[in-house]
């Protein structure tokens, strides 16, 4: 098979079967919410809504589950992006052990989500990995606090991790309950979900303008208009609608490569049951796919501007990832890329997505900002916006308001 450039394995997963498309907006529509964006985090709100009996209108610019949900790989974590201790130095102690406590709670919850729109997602142990003093001496220092707060995880030294992994000369911290899924099937079940629940779902059909009205919202597109109480913005990053967020965010390209299939590989190496991600900054990360390819992500760099530095970007990351895994495991020399693509995120200064109401935009809500790992806090974001939303907001939801302050 040739290499393919800047299409994600995960969309060739679904080739070829029947997959359920919706209409465009072409009438107006009267509903408690709408929500803008059907990604992860927009199908997921749109079933979480729908399920609570509200009356939901979901409008995506292209196609259900093409954003970023098809371009991940799917790493379900508990462990929010960044250390736990750069947490504790930013917050404090307690507010730190509530962010991993309500993160790990989100994991649990999306698990069982995924269950039950029959999308399950397959449990794996995750290895933090460093290959250096310093990042070995991160990793220990981290694990400790993690200790100290009563959360788990073993450190694996050199050996223990050559026994548990197959990789030498590394220092890591191996933990228990994360999850990994293919996350365009999963986007797809979710919005099959919500509509069965009754969410109304528009495809080709952008939001062009957000108005307040006497007691809520209009949002037009091109051909039609929703009437909402509330208006949930889930477009992944602050778009141009919404100019003065997007200094809060730092927009980054991440890259992925899945190789071929090695089933043979994949039971000698004793890895094979493991997802990983390095502590380096930024870090790569990658996993198993069920059909006994590696997916390995990470070279992260800044948005490259005009079609040839895209390119030129996605084949220099290519191969900076192709070097990285051959680092790490030398038997997959012999592998090769069958796929390598792209994808935009926005990180936050302090890695926890933004989900709540602005200020200065009344009757919105917003969950943006996920970095690398939205998938968990897709969820997260969900029930939070459906508290707000009811009017039965939990003190804890104020650490992912746009008002957060750290000491
Ligand atoms: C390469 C890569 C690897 C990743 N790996 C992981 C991982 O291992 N684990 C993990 O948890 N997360 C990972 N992520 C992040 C994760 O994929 C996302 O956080 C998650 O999918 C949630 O995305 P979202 O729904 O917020 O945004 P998106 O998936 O980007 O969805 C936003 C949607 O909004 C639509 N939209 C935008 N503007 C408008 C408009 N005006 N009107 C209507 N619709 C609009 C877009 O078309 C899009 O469909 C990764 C991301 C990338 C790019």
Redesign the pocket.
């Given at each position: 098979m040739r290499l393919r450039y800047g299409s994600?394995f995960w969309l060739d997963q679904t080739k070829g079967r029947a997959i359920r498309r919706y209409p465009q907006l072409r009438r107006e529509l009267d509903v408690d919410v709408a929500i803008?964006?059907?990604?992860?985090?927009?199908?997921?709100a749109a079933l979480i809504f729908a399920e609570a009996g509200l009356r939901v209108a979901l409008?995506?610019?292209?196609?259900?589950?093409?954003?970023?949900?098809?371009?991940?790989?799917?790493?379900?974590?508990q462990e929010p992006d960044r250390f736990f201790t750069e947490l504790v130095d930013r917050y404090g102690m307690a507010t730190a052990r509530t962010i991993w406590r309500l993160s790990r709670r989100g994991l649990r919850d999306l698990k069982s989500l995924l269950r039950r729109v029959q999308c399950p997602a397959r449990v794996t142990p995750a290895v933090h990995l460093a290959f250096d003093p310093r990042g070995a001496r991160d990793l220990r220092r981290d694990l400790a606090a993690r200790h100290r707060a009563g959360f788990g995880g073993r450190l694996l030294d050199g050996a223990a991790l050559h026994r548990r992994a197959g990789i030498e000369g590394g220092t890591a911290i191996l933990s228990a309950g994360n999850a990994?899924v293919d996350?365009h099937r999963a986007?797809l079940a979710l919005a099959h979900a919500a509509a069965r629940q009754g969410a109304r779902i528009f495809e080709r059909?952008?939001?062009?303008r957000v108005t307040q009205t006497g007691d809520g919202v209009r949002v037009s597109?091109p051909h039609g208009r929703v009437r909402a109480h509330r208006v949930i913005i889930?477009?992944?990053?602050a778009?141009p609608?919404f100019k003065p967020l997007s200094a809060r965010f730092s927009m980054a390209?991440?890259?992925?490569i899945a190789t071929s299939r090695a089933p043979a590989l994949r039971r000698q190496l004793v890895g094979g049951n493991l997802m990983f991600w390095d502590a380096e900054r930024p870090y790569h990360?990658f996993?198993w796919t069920d059909d006994d390819r590696i997916l390995f992500?990470g070279s992260d760099r800044s948005v490259p501007r005009g079609r040839r530095a895209r390119r030129a970007a996605l084949l220099g990351a290519t191969d900076d990832l192709r070097r990285k895994l051959s680092q790490i495991y030398p038997a997959t020399e012999e592998l090769t890329t069958e796929y390598a693509?792209?994808?935009?995120?926005a990180t936050t200064p302090d890695g926890l997505?933004y989900v709540g109401a602005h200020r200065h935009y009344p009757r919105h809500l917003f969950?943006?900002g996920?970095?690398?790992?939205?998938?968990?806090?897709?969820v997260l974001?969900a029930r939070i916006l459906l508290r707000q939303y009811l009017g039965r907001p939990r003190d804890e939801d104020a650490i992912f308001s746009f008002s957060r302050q750290s000491r």
């Open positions: 994600p803008v964006g059907a990604g992860f985090t927009g199908c997921t409008l995506e610019r292209l196609q259900v589950g093409r954003g970023s949900a098809a371009a991940s790989t799917a790493l379900l974590m990994v996350p986007t059909s952008e939001t062009t597109t889930a477009t992944g990053f778009t609608a390209t991440t890259y992925v990360y996993r992500g693509w792209e994808g935009l995120f997505p969950a943006l996920y970095g690398g790992n939205g998938m968990t806090f897709a974001a």
